[in-house]
């Protein structure tokens, strides 16, 4: 089966910053993409977790999404409009689709 590169972008902020960040994701052209909570980790400041947390205002999501390499510059200059004030993590990696048409 033939396969088709394409970036895998994902973003790790503060959940109060969503909304902005969704925002600046599709200012970028891009409708696709996923959010998962992030129950926990650790960073600069050592190991952190949701749990116990009363509301979403402490916690943190990730927002992915899969797009083709030419599209990559402008999400991330976009993204990081709101990534560069706030705490937050940005990965780029390689991956193959198999469906390149959705990207």
Known sequence: ??????????????????????????????????????????????????????????GMVQVSCIIRPDRLDGLLESVFSVVERHIGVVTVTDCDVLRAERF
């Open 1 to 58: 089966m033939q396969t088709h590169k394409a970036k895998q972008v994902a973003i790790t902020i503060e959940a109060p910053m969503e909304r902005r960040l969704r925002a600046a994701i599709e200012e970028a052209g891009v409708t696709g993409y996923s959010i998962l909570p992030v129950l926990g980790g650790s960073g600069r400041s050592g190991p952190w977790s949701a749990e116990g947390q009363v509301g979403l205002a402490g």
